[in-house]
């Protein structure tokens, strides 16, 4: 199943979680909390978690172009949420996401 993450540098996370998820539950299924949320399109899902200096996001699809329009949908919906906090949304593929080595 493809795969994009993206982390955004915000201070304000935990209320981008909720305004997303409050925008989204009239069409889609949508479950949060004040540290994370899901959001679950018809086309993929969308894994929102709260730091205290970023948001992470994490969108899975059953296919490529799925995947390309979630992404787009959920980083159209939080540059405009976020005002002035949030300019754009840089997602990468999760293979392309370097992780650290393994003390095994």
Same mark, same amino acid.
């Given at each position: ?40 399109? +018809?086309?993929? $899902?969308?894994?929102?978690?709260? &730091?205290?200096? !970023?948001? @992470? %996001?994490?969108?899975? /699809?059953? +296919?490529?172009? $799925?995947?390309?329009?979630?992404? &787009?949908?959920? !980083?159209? @919906? %939080?540059?405009?949420? /976020?005002?002035?906090?949030? $300019? ?17």
């Amino acid at each position: 199943m493809p795969t994009i993450n993206a982390q955004v540098p915000t201070a304000e996370a935990s209320r981008l979680i909720q305004r997303l998820c409050k925008h989204f539950r009239h069409k889609i299924d949508a479950e949060w909390d004040a540290h994370q949320g899901r959001l679950h399109f +018809s086309i993929g $899902e969308c894994r929102l978690d709260a &730091e205290p200096d !970023a948001l @992470h %996001l994490r969108c899975d /699809a059953a +296919s490529a172009d $799925e995947l390309a329009e979630l992404g &787009e949908v959920v !980083a159209s @919906h %939080l540059v405009r949420f /976020a005002g002035d906090s949030v $300019e754009s949304v840089e997602w990468q593929a999760a293979s392309s996401i370097q992780r650290p080595p393994s003390n095994s």
